[in-house]
């Protein structure tokens, strides 16, 4: 028996030529012989003989199929038995009733809509067909589809997901947790907690939010049978204020199914403490990262708690409000639930409520409350954006009644909200090859600090503006008339001191973009729009500056439309972790790209060809890339250190290299492992610290350490502690928390200086209105509290750059003497005797020797070390007290240092041609 696949085409074939002979509108083919002729049929009312030419010519078709599979099965044996089989399965009939269309082998009435089933992709979800009625004919139908994929909304989110049946990408699932104390053991010292989770992928970002007096110690995950799931260490540099970032990476599907089917709860443990401090349970909670505000409410006996957030509709009319309850109430149908908006009081006013929610207003779903408010008042919003507004919840059961009360805030979490500026996204596409950054963050009182890095201008930025969805809508100008260096790089930095309510939504909600224009295009040449990245562990931060790639970096240069960043790290094992981020790479097709790291060169040079100076990072697709790589050699991380080590990123459609920068790693960590990469040998003139350069002399203070002076000599870097002048007070020297060397302080009665309500002192200040003072700007005085009196253990300042007071309580001095003493019974701190020596004498404490490579020096040795690629017989290293320095031999005049492949064994010969 020998079976044959039929293909259809010979009638399909033949029904396309009479439409475009007869004008006939044939309909779908089917994949079954016996279903042929009844999709030869009209799909409407012509003339007779033009339908009879159409049926004739798709029954000619069959007819010649038919002829060439029974050619094809004429070299088989009389034994075999000829089937036809189709390609598709058998359906049933489609339906001969009057009216409506036939798609495929299904019928469907006017008005219907559909995602089409097409063999063998499947269910095509971005796909919407309809049956629309025809024109002048009342039963006959007309299928149009349309593709939705371009009319999906955006998401707030940076990496969106497309779930299974649906086109449009949605933001990752995310879930919420209250956290409380359990049981009966209810201490006041533990507070109370919220733990916000985002999964992508097989990771988890979790972002806690803390408020109690005691430290955290652990965080655990645990299931329904008690056991642990999961435990993370919380570290130091992991807390943030009230505020703890922590990542699980790798989870298993058996995890993932868990924590979506609300099965796994999580366990906040505290110090000093065995048992749990914190739990809650983990729960399903979409779209909570577009939620600007929330509160954390506790009621006075803290046996209840509950978790407020806040959201505002696209129309802005409406205030959305969702309370998630947890306590020792039995919620139901009949608890009574009333919310109050209360105004904090302040100096002049007392409390004051702003709207009252009744029960008849709030809808209720197990522990879970929903309610709106329409058409808040803009003063309203005014004071929830700034903080000044409280939200009271009461709880009315049969026999219980409890009030539940927090201050609302504007929501902190690990996120940040960040934007990616390229010029593929610009209102009129631009290939300049420029690129850009932009990260946003919430500091007090509502304010929000801004960066914006760009990098491969070409023309002059004319303008930075922040605007709305629409385009057109300017929100705030950011930047005005800035001009790159001669690196084509530029750097924003500043603070929105006023935001409103709705514009802070419009930032959580992915509804604002930044748009850079300049004098070549003014309507912009690059453009972007804010999202949320989630927390992904502290070898990455969004906070910090990235390394910008561009299209004018490359060599030659390249106009391209899209840009990216790149984050790296090395850890204390000198692995270098990398994340990099692309927007404009993807052109509605496949596009693989491959990451290197290329080096040694300068900047603007094509590094050198040969492979151990070439290091594959990866090939990837999409927008987002991680990894980290191991084993690198001494020489590869000494270039990595020293700034000779480029990343340059290729595609299929530009393999010569699309985007390029210069990396630059701080090796702090590293440098402790592997001595061997020991700052010392520098390029003559100039030192590099802190993405900085230093000639030779010039002195500046330490970004890491305020108190640090650091000097450049002779391409090493010195740095010591800033010498702090010796002073004579009448009261006893301070040192407050912001200054490094300690300041005379006055007493309030001999700084300040009151004036007439007419005659108000013009000089700088802070002033004090209600009791009509001046501060001099700079002055440092202890504040007289009635009836205690001056208070010498506090110190109040008025800042010259704000003009604000800022009291603190005083930071005694670290002495040195061995007898210090009070001068006065009413000092705060403790000084040295003025016949003390205050420094110690180590003049008898022994030096240390030095470790360079394995070898080991004496205090004071020197000898000629071996560094590859150098010319080390004109570097010179010396034992200074178990560090290692390293200088370059200064040739005299007339004199050249001799080259690597030089016969000489000296460092200095004559220079040729003298």
């Known amino acids: 028996m020998k079976i044959i696949n039929i293909v259809p085409g010979a009638c399909l074939f033949s029904v396309q030529v009479g439409v475009r002979l007869f004008g006939l509108s044939a309909k779908i083919v089917t994949y079954s012989l016996s279903h042929a002729f009844v999709f030869c049929e009209p799909a409407t009312s012509v003339e007779s003989r033009f339908a009879t030419m159409g049926r004739v010519m798709c029954f000619l078709g069959m007819a010649i199929l038919i002829l060439l599979f029974v050619a094809q099965c004429g070299a088989a044996s009389d034994s075999e038995t000829l089937v036809l089989r189709p390609i598709a399965s058998e359906y049933q009939h489609v339906s001969t009733k009057a009216g409506g269309c036939n798609f495929g082998f299904l019928h469907y009435d006017i008005g219907d809509s559909w995602h089409p089933d097409i063999t063998p992709f499947g269910v095509m979800f ?95 995950f645990m299931d329904t049978e008690g056991s642990v799931v999961k435990e993370m260490n919380i570290q130091r540099k992991s807390i943030n204020g009230s505020q703890v970032c922590l990542v699980w990476n790798q989870l298993n599907n058996k995890q993932i199914e868990s924590l979506k089917q609300g099965k796994i709860s999580f366990v906040l443990k ?82 004051r409520v702003v709207k009252v929610i009744s029960t008849s207003q709030v809808k209720q779903e197990n522990s879970v409350f929903k309610t709106s408010w329409a058409n808040p008042a803009q003063h309203a919003l005014k004071w929830l954006s700034r903080g000044n507004l409280d939200i009271t919840m009461i709880l009315n059961t049969a026999d219980q009644s409890t009030k539940l009360t927090g201050r609302i805030g504007i929501k902190r979490t690990c996120n940040t909200i960040v934007c990616q500026l390229s010029g593929r996204e610009a209102p009129r596409p631009t290939m300049t090859g420029a690129s850009g950054y932009a990260s946003f963050e919430f500091i007090n009182n509502g304010k929000i600090h801004y960066q914006i890095f760009l990098s491969g201008l070409i023309h002059n930025v004319t303008q930075i503006s922040l605007q709305a969805t629409n385009r057109r809508q300017n929100v705030k100008r950011l930047s005005r008339l800035i001009t790159a260096d001669e690196y084509g790089r530029a750097k924003v930095t500043g603070v929105w001191e006023r935001p409103s309510f709705t514009e802070i939504c419009w930032l959580f909600g992915g509804d604002m973009f930044i748009n850079v224009r300049t004098t070549a295009n003014t309507i912009g040449e690059l453009h972007g729009q804010l999202k949320q990245f989630t927390f992904r562990g502290h070898h990455m931060s969004y906070h910090d500056p990235p390394i910008m790639l561009s299209g004018n970096e490359v060599v030659p240069r390249i106009q391209t439309g899209a840009a990216g960043q790149a984050w790296f790290s090395l850890d204390k094992n000198c692995a270098l972790h990398y994340h990099l981020m692309f927007s404009g790479m993807d052109r509605g097709r496949r596009n693989l790209m491959t990451a290197e790291l290329q080096g040694f060169a300068d900047y603007g040079e094509v590094p050198q060809p040969y492979n151990e100076h070439v290091h594959f990072l990866r090939s990837f697709e999409g927008e987002t890339v991680s990894g980290f790589a191991r084993n690198l050699d001494f020489v590869f991380l000494d270039n990595l250190v020293r700034g000779l080590v480029y990343l340059q990123v290729s595609s299929e459609e530009v393999p010569q290299g699309e985007l390029r920068s210069q990396v630059m790693v701080n090796s702090d960590i590293c440098r402790k ?55 004579n007070c009448t009261e006893a020297p301070i040192l407050l928390p912001h200054l490094c060397c300690p300041v005379c302080p006055a007493i309030e009665e001999k700084v300040v200086i009151y004036y007439e309500k007419k005659n108000r002192p013009s000089m700088k200040g802070c002033y004090v209105k209600r009791d009509r003072k001046v501060y001099p700007a700079g002055a440092v005085w202890h504040p007289f509290v009635q009836p205690f009196g001056y208070m010498r253990c506090h110190a109040c300042t008025c800042l010259a750059k704000s003009e604000e007071i800022t009291c603190t309580k005083v930071k005694c001095p670290d002495l040195q003497c061995k007898n210090p003493i009070k001068m006065r019974m009413t000092d705060c701190c403790m000084r040295c005797p003025d016949e003390e020596d205050e420094q110690s004498d180590d003049s008898k404490v022994p030096k240390k020797g ?48 001799n080259s690597i492949d030089g016969a000489s064994k000296s460092c200095c010969v004559p220079c040729s041609g003298s």
């Open 673 to 727: 492992r592997f001595p061997d990469l020991q700052q010392g040998v520098e390029m003559d003139g100039w030192c590099f610290h802190g993405n900085k350069d230093y000639y030779n002399g010039q002195t500046w203070i330490s970004e890491d350490d305020k108190c640090t002076s650091c000097t450049c000599e002779n391409s090493e870097i010195v740095c010591s502690p800033l010498e702090c002048q010796r002073l």
């Open 270 to 351: 505290l110090k000093r403490q065995q048992a749990a401090g914190l739990k809650g349970d983990i729960v399903l909670h979409k779209s909570y990262s577009k939620e600007s505000f929330e509160a954390l409410l506790s009621s006075d006996d803290e046996t209840s708690s509950a978790l407020a957030s806040f959201d505002l509709a696209k129309s802005g009319k409406l205030l959305r409000i969702y309370l998630r309850y947890s306590g020792s109430h039995t919620v139901g149908s009949a608890t009574q639930v009333t919310i109050k908006l209360v105004r904090t009081p302040t100096n002049n006013k007392g409390a």
């Open 126 to 220: 971005c796909l919407i067909c309809t049956c629309n009625r025809i024109p002048n004919i009342l039963t006959t139908g007309k299928v149009t589809c349309r593709n939705i994929r371009h009319r999906c909304p955006t998401t707030a989110c940076a990496r969106p997901k497309v779930e299974p049946g649906h086109c449009c990408p949605s933001c990752p699932d995310e879930f919420i947790s209250l956290l409380t104390t359990p049981g009966a053991s209810v201490s006041r010292q533990n507070g109370l907690g919220r733990a916000h989770f985002t999964l992508v992928r097989n990771t988890l970002s979790i972002s806690i939010r803390y408020e109690g007096q005691r430290k955290l110690r652990m965080a655990s």
């Open 850 to 897: 030095c470790n360079f490579r394995g070898n080991e020096y004496k205090h004071g040795q020197t000898w000629k070390p071996f560094i590859p690629l150098l010319p080390s017989r004109c570097i010179t290293c010396k034992c200074e007290n178990g560090k290692t320095k390293c200088r370059r031999t200064q040739c005299p005049k007339g004199q050249c240092r």
